[in-house]
């Protein structure tokens, strides 16, 4: 082994001086064509075979802490393919062996802790969604799908989604190296006369030092830069041909649940055991290579994590994202945003009623392109459950590129039917314009229509439109104004409003400066926003916000924020804070508060974010604050804790509350294909502990074992009368999942 080890090295120093004038000649003014190999390579994350040796190597350029910048640490990365595969490697070299971190083995571990080396590949070239697959040195896989090109990375950045690819990586002595292998027919894409253009961008990430350095370099005009398709590279294939294969994926599950019940006398609670024991498919088929179907019968997610505990202290509705991994699949292609959160297609919608899971009977998914379209088309449907009938979720999504390539005019249709009669349909219409340089504008409008509730398609009352003129830029001057308008109507039934019957401007004025090499800052930005909402039916002015902020993040990466806000808001009705542990009433209010947030680097085994409110909430006070720390120990082992503080007080009232929510988040991975996880919650607000302990065996990408247990403890077993149990109820399934390919 070290034989080979001394020779690897050897080979690379050559192979790095005969790559650099290649390098130096990259076509940063038109496509790169991708390398076809001309020889088998061995898949063991050495990329030394003689193949490799003819594929020019491609430039990266620093990104952070200084962008633009030669990176100071050498890397030879390269892209190549054959009639399967699309490879990248990448032999990434440290002067200081000590700056290499490899932290983590978990399948979707965060990146952000570890040295890393991925890429997101614009598969349509749409320049505006992609996939993501990344690695570190202990060769851990991570995977996910990007939308709307990154704006908004908590909800547009998708780590939940999976799909079939494979990657080997070796440790040396001061290198590490890496070789990804994607078949094509994981990958939807579309030919014209005979060429399929994609992007890509590379990262190498060095947390250790800290240094980002991409393919190609990438400006930081705009804020996840580098995982935005539309400040990717162009790349070219000839020839390019995609199987269609078929896979099969069954599932079975088995276990016990326990629920502690009242007994009929209602004087005591009592424990029942119930045996669970189901079974399940998915197919998905690639139709032509640029559309896929997906089919499931009796959908289960009983391996999906637990949701965050949180506590409602603002007038909108909370948004929870997505984990379910069919849902996961292609989002964008349903996508028609309202921002923050608010959608016309919310997936949650689906198989879930209040926060109990709802069996999915089964149901349909196509995806893809034809030329300029984009296009998907779904159904599901579900079982009656308590007072809901049994529902069909269908929905239509069309868009089409104009003018140019980062532009689209676009349509949705969504139906959400019951078996009693009930319905609920919306459709719209909606527009992404690029119109110069920076400048962007969007237009998007969209309709309801329910059973119980007169058609009024020439009315406001069911309507809902987004107006939105963007100056996209993190390079001086940048600004976002918006007009939203929400009828006291509009009801989508497979949707999310955060807000609804309301209407009003929106907007942000940055400005940031990059000081340069000089400075210990790596940017800082000062912003002023502001919105001004009202009621559509009363007219009443509901909200109206102005804050000032300054975000800032030096070169060693801490960062963080200094935020002020003041509101003055209208209520025309008591508004419930909590869970039901106070309520203000009717009438004007002014108050004003304060956001501090930090942040300490990633590139150490401690770290940590604090945030904060303090000051003035509606006629009394509030101050909540968040801490969350995060300790690696060695390879294989992450401790994280959570905790939020929530104290409201309305001294002239004599009332108010104090929250506190403490998660904890234990993670053990000895191999990249086992993990054991764990997420304890304890919420005062509903006196209750939710446990959450996940084993997962992942031999290779569609075969699992999962072991799942879950718990719910209540901590104040006398707030009623029969004392409750200790134990509301637990769960323990075990799954088992297994995908043939024909």
């Known amino acids: 082994m070290r034989n080979k080890m001394l020779i690897f090295c050897i080979l ?11 390098q130096e000649s990259f076509p940063a003014d038109r496509p790169f064509k991708v390398t076809r190999l001309t020889g088998p390579i061995v898949f063991d994350g050495v990329p030394d075979e003689e193949a490799w040796q003819s594929v020019p190597a491609l430039p990266l350029t620093m990104h952070m802490p200084v962008s633009g910048n030669d990176p100071t640490q050498h890397s030879v990365v390269k892209i190549a393919y054959d009639d399967d595969y699309f490879y990248v490697s990448g032999v990434i070299y440290y002067s200081d062996k000590s700056k290499l971190r490899a932290i983590g083995k978990q399948r979707n571990y965060d990146l952000l802790y570890t040295s890393g080396f ?12 992609a996939v993501f697959f990344g690695t570190n040195p202990n060769g851990l896989r991570s995977d996910a799908t990007i939308k709307n090109d990154c704006e908004d990375e908590d909800t547009d950045f998708n780590a939940s ?29 579309q030919s014209v006369g005979g060429k399929t253009s994609m992007g890509i961008t590379i990262m190498r990430w060095s947390p250790g030092l800290p240094e980002l350095a991409t393919f190609q370099n990438i400006s930081p005009k705009l804020s996840n830069s580098y995982f935005r398709p539309s400040q990717s590279a162009t790349i070219e294939f000839e020839g390019l041909l995609s199987t269609r294969p078929l896979y099969i994926t069954p599932y ?16 005591a609670y009592h424990m029942s055991s119930t ?8 197919l998905k088929y690639g139709i032509t290579n640029n559309m896929t179907l997906d089919v499931t019968f009796n959908t289960d997610f009983a391996q999906v994590e637990a949701d965050d505990q949180m506590i409602n202290l603002t007038r909108y509705s909370l948004f929870f994202p997505e984990k379910r991994v069919f849902f996961l699949e292609k989002t964008d292609a349903f996508d028609f945003s309202f921002l923050e959160g608010s959608n016309l297609f919310y997936s949650r919608r689906i198989g879930i009623h209040g926060n109990q899971s709802v069996r999915i009977y089964g149901g349909a998914r196509m995806t893809g392109r034809i030329e300029n379209w984009d296009i998907g088309v779904m159904s599901m ?40 009669g009930t319905y609920n349909v919306a459709y719209g219409l909606d527009g992404h314009f690029r119109v110069t340089g920076d400048e962007y504008f969007t237009f998007r409008m969209a309709q309801t229509i329910e059973d119980d509730v007169d058609n009024k398609p020439l009315e406001p009352d069911p309507t809902r439109m987004l107006i939105r003129w963007q100056r996209r830029s993190r390079v001086g001057l940048g600004y976002d104004f918006t007009y939203a308008y929400s009828g006291a109507q509009y009801n989508p039934g ?11 401007p929106s907007g942000t004025i940055s400005y940031t400066w990059w000081p340069g090499e000089n400075s210990f800052l790596r940017m800082h930005s000062l912003s002023l926003e502001g919105f001004n909402y009202r009621n559509t039916l009363s007219g009443l002015n509901e909200t109206v916000n102005t804050s000032v902020s300054w975000e800032y993040q030096l070169k060693s990466m801490y960062g963080g924020r200094i935020k002020a806000d003041i509101f003055v808001e209208e209520l025309a009705d008591n508004l419930i804070l909590g869970n039901n542990q106070a309520e203000v009433p009717p009438g004007r209010y002014s108050f004003v508060y304060f956001s501090p947030m930090f942040y300490t680097s990633w590139a150490r085994n401690l770290s940590a974010i604090f945030a904060s409110v303090a000051g003035n909430f509606y006629d009394g006070w509030r101050f909540s604050f968040y801490v969350e720390p995060s300790l690696k120990i060695g390879t294989d082992f992450d401790l994280g804790v959570t905790y939020y503080l929530d104290h409201v007080d309305f001294p002239g009232r004599e009332t108010g509350f104090t929250n506190h929510i403490l998660g904890f988040k234990g993670l053990m991975t000895l191999t990249t294909r086992t993990s054991l996880s764990n997420f304890i919650q304890y919420n005062t607000a509903i006196d209750r502990v939710i446990a959450n302990v996940r084993f997962r065996y992942n031999p290779r990408e569609g075969n699992d074992f999962y072991v799942v247990y879950d718990e719910g403890m209540n901590t104040n077993i006398h707030r009623s009368s029969p004392a409750l149990p200790y134990s509301s109820g637990r769960t323990i399934l075990v799954k088992y999942t297994y995908t043939f390919l024909l």
């Open 494 to 504: 497979i949707g999310f409003e955060r807000k609804k019957n309301y209407h009003g």
């Open 275 to 282: 045996p669970k024991y189901d079974a399940g498919l998915d």
């Open 252 to 267: 079975l599950i088995g276990g016990v649940g326990q629920l502690n019940e009242l007994n009929v006398a209602g004087s």
């Open 381 to 420: 449907q579900t079982e009656s459950f308590m007072d809901n009938p049994g529902e069909n979720f269908g929905a239509l999504r069309l868009k089409r590129n104009v003018l140019n390539p980062y532009s689209y005019v676009g349509g949705i249709a969504t139906s959400r039917l019951g078996i009693d």
């Open 12 to 22: 690379h120093i050559a192979f790095c001086n005969s790559t650099l004038a290649q």
């Open 161 to 189: 989604w999976n799909t079939f690819w494979d990657v080997e990586t070796v440790i040396t002595g001061h290198s590490w190296s890496a070789e990804f292998r994607i078949p094509f027919s994981s990958l939807r894409f």
């Open 118 to 129: 991925s890429f997101i590949l614009d598969t349509f070239h749409d320049r505006e969604n």
